[in-house]
């Protein structure tokens, strides 16, 4: 899940993802502005690199079998070259004035390894890319297959496996294919997560043996988001230019809505919702989530782990040269990401588990009890496939 809350109060968390929407399309042109590549000292120096090592009148040095692996091409390294050079040059100069720290081609100067361009990123990339895996494992052995939840969880876990594959593959090697790529599976995460979110809170789920098909209201939601991403998709590609701007438009939009139903998805919990928000479904049909005693302790998970995406954000925002060339702002939203997804894992198996445990019994004083049971239980046997009998027995 990308676009998670906090307790207290929504709508200035709502105000702060837009905000940051706002500034992230203010900051889009100074960025692709790339003083670094203007700078006339780096311009003479790739002339020169490329007129000496990449003219087909002299013999071209050989790249290494990573640089050639990783499609680096004689050009790009003097580029590469070139930018280390002058950056540390201006970074040394006498004049303070001078000593400015740019960004080359859009992106802060990092230095590579093994072909990759920004090995940091790559790094939490893959970390991402294996706490999605593992949360993968542990919704398959631990939520009963009767759910239907189950099924969209497992789901949600590879798309996201997709999208920090390919992140991780863009920040290996940024081509005009890379970074599409990238961008196309982070939308895609994002609309699913939502479809997901939305088909979770209404309750859009069959439930054997009460309802026993699919509501048919899953599959309008399902062919709207269809239509929904594609018609994203191709607006981007059939534009002269790729349009960034309303890429962050859509995709900040699409998690806000994410962040709000969340958000009011832990409010439900404590407070009574004014009208119109009092008529979404109860959390845990039949039960009233008021009435619930005691509360489960992870009903206000969902909104820390809101709280703690909106602060990550804060990298994505705030941008700042990278630390040794090496970790700059959004490697380490990369990084944050890890821990907040683990956190997510857990709180849509305990949540499957209270899911389970309302839908086998209508005492509200003792839902809470069976679905911590029911937990403990999964985590000792690898399974939910017994918790039915196990409720039945204990009622």
């Given at each position: 899940?990308?676009?998670?809350?906090?307790?207290?109060?929504?709508?200035?968390?709502?105000?702060?993802?837009?905000?940051?929407?706002?500034?992230?399309?203010?900051?889009?042109?100074?960025?692709?502005?790339?003083?670094?590549?203007?700078?006339?000292?780096?311009?003479?120096?790739?002339?020169?690199?490329?007129?000496?090592?990449?003219?087909?009148?002299?013999?071209?040095?050989?790249?290494?079998?990573?640089?050639?692996?990783?499609?680096?091409?004689?050009?790009?390294?003097?580029?590469?070259?070139?930018?280390?050079?002058?950056?540390?040059?201006?970074?040394?100069?006498?004049?303070?004035?001078?000593?400015?720290?740019?960004?080359?081609?859009?992106?802060?100067?990092?230095?590579?390894?093994?072909?990759?361009?920004?090995?940091?990123?790559?790094?939490?990339?893959?970390?991402?890319?294996?706490?999605?895996?593992?949360?993968?494992?542990?919704?398959?052995?631990?939520?009963?297959?009767?759910?239907?939840?189950?099924?969209?969880?497992?789901?949600?876990?590879?798309?996201?496996?997709?999208?920090?594959?390919?992140?991780?593959?863009?920040?290996?090697?940024?081509?005009?294919?890379?970074?599409?790529?990238?961008?196309?599976?982070?939308?895609?995460?994002?609309?699913?997560?939502?479809?997901?979110?939305?088909?979770?809170?209404?309750?859009?789920?069959?439930?054997?043996?009460?309802?026993?098909?699919?509501?048919?209201?899953?599959?309008?939601l399902s062919i709207t988001f269809i239509v929904l991403y594609f018609s994203h998709i191709w607006y981007l590609l059939s534009t002269p230019r790729f349009n960034y701007g309303w890429n962050i438009i859509f995709n900040t939009s699409l998690g806000a809505i994410h962040l709000a139903l969340w958000s009011i998805f832990s409010?439900?919990?404590?407070?009574?919702?004014?009208?119109?928000?009092?008529?979404?479904?109860?959390?845990?049909?039949?039960?009233?989530?008021?009435?619930?005693?005691?509360?489960?302790?992870?009903?206000?998970?969902?909104?820390?782990?809101?709280?703690?995406?909106?602060?990550?954000?804060?990298?994505?925002?705030?941008?700042?040269?990278?630390?040794?060339?090496?970790?700059?702002?959004?490697?380490?939203?990369?990084?944050?990401?890890?821990?907040?997804?683990?956190?997510?894992?857990?709180?849509?198996?305990?949540?499957?588990?209270?899911?389970?445990?309302?839908?086998?019994?209508?005492?509200?004083?003792?839902?809470?009890?069976?679905?911590?049971?029911?937990?403990?239980?999964?985590?000792?046997?690898?399974?939910?496939?017994?918790?039915?009998?196990?409720?039945?027995?204990?009622?």
């Open positions: 899940m990308l676009w998670p809350s906090s307790r207290g109060r929504r709508p200035g968390l709502v105000l702060v993802t837009t905000l940051a929407a706002a500034a992230a399309l203010c900051l889009a042109p100074f960025v692709s502005a790339s003083s670094g590549d203007r700078h006339p000292v780096f311009k003479k120096c790739v002339q020169n690199c490329v007129s000496a090592q990449c003219d087909p009148s002299f013999p071209s040095p050989s790249l290494s079998p990573m640089l050639r692996l990783t499609r680096w091409t004689c050009h790009d390294d003097c580029s590469y070259q070139c930018t280390h050079q002058v950056t540390t040059a201006l970074l040394q100069h006498s004049n303070p004035e001078e000593r400015v720290h740019h960004q080359y081609y859009g992106k802060w100067p990092f230095w590579r390894l093994w072909g990759m361009q920004e090995p940091a990123s790559v790094l939490f990339s893959l970390g991402n890319l294996w706490v999605h895996w593992n949360g993968w494992r542990k919704v398959k052995r631990r939520v009963n297959a009767s759910m239907g939840v189950k099924w969209w969880m497992l789901a949600l876990a590879v798309v996201q496996m997709n999208t920090w594959f390919w992140s991780a593959v863009f920040h290996t090697r940024d081509t005009p294919f890379t970074e599409k790529m990238d961008y196309f599976s982070a939308t895609l995460t994002i609309c699913f997560t939502l479809h997901y979110t939305l088909l979770r809170l209404f309750n859009l789920f069959p439930y054997p043996p009460a309802r026993p098909s699919t509501p048919p209201a899953r599959y309008l409010l439900r919990f404590s407070i009574k919702l004014p009208y119109p928000l009092s008529m979404l479904p109860t959390p845990y049909p039949p039960l009233d989530p008021l009435q619930i005693s005691p509360k489960p302790r992870y009903s206000k998970m969902s909104a820390v782990l809101v709280l703690a995406t909106t602060a990550a954000m804060s990298f994505e925002l705030f941008d700042f040269p990278p630390f040794a060339r090496i970790l700059d702002a959004h490697s380490l939203w990369h990084a944050a990401t890890i821990g907040i997804a683990r956190g997510w894992y857990e709180f849509m198996i305990k949540d499957a588990a209270m899911l389970e445990a309302a839908r086998l019994t209508y005492d509200p004083s003792g839902v809470g009890r069976v679905a911590e049971k029911v937990t403990n239980d999964a985590k000792a046997s690898n399974t939910l496939g017994g918790s039915r009998q196990y409720v039945e027995h204990h009622r």
